[in-house]
């Protein structure tokens, strides 16, 4: 890809720290990623559309990561002795089981490398937890988990709506960031129509809805689609050219 044609490096929206981790990481961001990371800035609903490989699970994850680091380096300035009870903040929703343990896993690239540069530049030391919960999570882990909920809380619909009708639903009460993937898979069926009312019933738990992210593959009907993940709300559509991160 010539100069003329490279898509721009990463914005200013991060931190120093999380521009240092990507840049040593990556030649440049996918245009997926900018684009995503411009529509999120923005407080924007948005249906992510690209391939495998393109990086939309960064695309999505990044900005709403480098606001927890920024935010947790914050409230430890200014009130560094206080104890504050931890409250889920990014819930990333997906039908299958298997990519919600893959995502868990991949997310410890960036979570590790932004705390590394963060140290790097003397910031602040900010610990955050990923935590999953779905139907093959053992009842002690799914109490640990109530009592000592993780900043990034990974799940299914159906955890989801399990959560909410308990009194689990109160370590939810501070998510601003909503990922849902694969969401074509959801959209349209009954499994949908059950997410959208958990989905509405999040968003009354909140003293400011959510930000939702959904992500996929393929779309058949992004109108369809769009509609499904934003219920009333405006939803921006981002579906550039496909390219890979290059190795």
Known sequence: MSAKNAPPPLPDIFSQATRDWFTSAFQHPTPVQSQ??????????????????????????????????????????TAPSAKEKKITRILY?????????????????????????????????????????????????????????????????????????????????GVETVIIDEVHAVAGTKRGAHLALSLERLDALLARSAQRIGLSATVRSVTEVAAFLGGDRPVTVVNPPATRHPD
């Open 93 to 173: 929703i997906s039908p299958i089981k298997a990519l919600g343990t893959d995502v868990q896993r991949n997310l410890q690239i960036p979570l590790h490398g932004i705390s590394e540069a963060r140290k790097n530049c003397g910031a602040t030391e900010v610990a955050i937890r990923v935590g999953i919960r779905t139907g093959d999570t053992p009842p002690q882990e799914r109490a640990k988990l109530t009592r000592h909920p993780p900043d990034i809380l990974i799940t299914t619909p159906e955890s989801l709506y399990l959560m909410l009708t308990s009194r689990a639903r109160e370590t939810l009460r």
């Open 36 to 77: 995503t990371w411009s529509v999120t800035a923005a407080n924007q609903h948005a249906l992510v559309i690209a391939p495998t490989g393109s990086g939309k699970t960064l695309a999505a994850f990044l900005y709403a990561l480098d606001r927890l680091f920024r935010e947790g380096e914050e409230k430890q300035a």
